[in-house]
């Protein structure tokens, strides 16, 4: 079955360095997601595409994090400069289309950051 | 603002046995949509089954069935027949309709025991 890849896997990095969490949705997946999950919380949303767009970023703090999808197909997630309450795993998630009740989210392993 | 209420932190079931997951929510919509999700120990987190608001017969997939009380806003999650596998972290989400931005609960972590 058709995976969500991310990596690395795991990243462990100083405060004030610069980070990227990179994203190869499914084959196909037009909507793609960033969704970070702080220890013990579940998912929240910090960036959605459709296609190569950016359909909802409200929840993605601009002054440190950005995110693209230039070709509209893998993602890169950055931020700069890392804080320490980054500290989290970061899901990437794929959909086939925007409604997604058919066509469910299919999430990647994630990339557990810690900040020092 | 919708909000996704799982009141257990963590819950254990001996094997074989049955075990109901909490989940309320808050909403104004009428159509909406609801899932619970399940992440096992360092793997990825997948869809264990799904509801439709306006469908009022509870779903149900193999041993997963949910409790969908839509006037009370509750969608229970019932797990029979337990097995070790099912060890893992169980998030309760929520969709409003045509719109992708899922909210979810702060999960519940199932420990099945042998």
């Known amino acids: 079955e058709a995976e969500v890849a991310q990596s690395p896997r795991y990243k462990i990095t100083e405060k004030s360095q610069a980070v990227a969490f990179w994203c190869d949705p499914i084959s196909g997946h037009a909507t793609l997601y960033w969704y970070r999950q702080i220890l013990g919380q579940g998912p929240e949303l910090l960036v959605q595409f459709q296609d190569e767009s950016v359909v909802d970023d409200s929840q993605l703090p601009k002054d440190r994090f950005s995110a693209e999808r230039l070709k509209g197909v893998d993602s890169t997630l950055k931020i700069q400069p890392a804080e320490l309450g980054d500290s989290a795993m970061y899901l990437c998630?794929?959909?086939?289309?925007?409604?997604?009740?058919?066509?469910?989210?299919?999430f990647g392993n994630g990339t557990r950051l810690t900040v020092t | 603002a919708q909000t996704v209420t799982q009141s257990q932190p963590e819950m254990s079931v001996q094997e074989a046995e049955t075990v109901t997951l909490s989940c309320t929510y808050d909403?104004?919509?009428?159509?909406?949509?609801l899932f619970w999700y399940k992440q096992p120990p360092s793997r990825q987190m997948i869809l264990v089954i799904r509801?439709?608001?306006?469908?009022?017969q509870n779903a149900t997939e193999n041993r997963f069935s949910v409790n969908f009380q839509k006037a009370a806003k509750s969608f229970s999650l019932k797990i029979s027949d337990s097995q070790l596998g099912d060890t893992a972290m169980y998030f309760c989400?929520?969709?409003?309709?045509?719109?992708?931005?899922?909210?979810f609960g702060a999960g519940t972590r199932l420990t099945v025991k042998p």
């Open positions: 998630a794929s959909s086939a289309r925007i409604s997604s009740y058919n066509s469910p989210l299919h």
């Open positions: 909403t104004s919509e009428n159509n909406y949509y």
């Open positions: 989400a929520f969709m409003k309709y045509n719109n992708n931005d899922m909210r």
């Open positions: 509801q439709e608001a306006y469908k009022q």
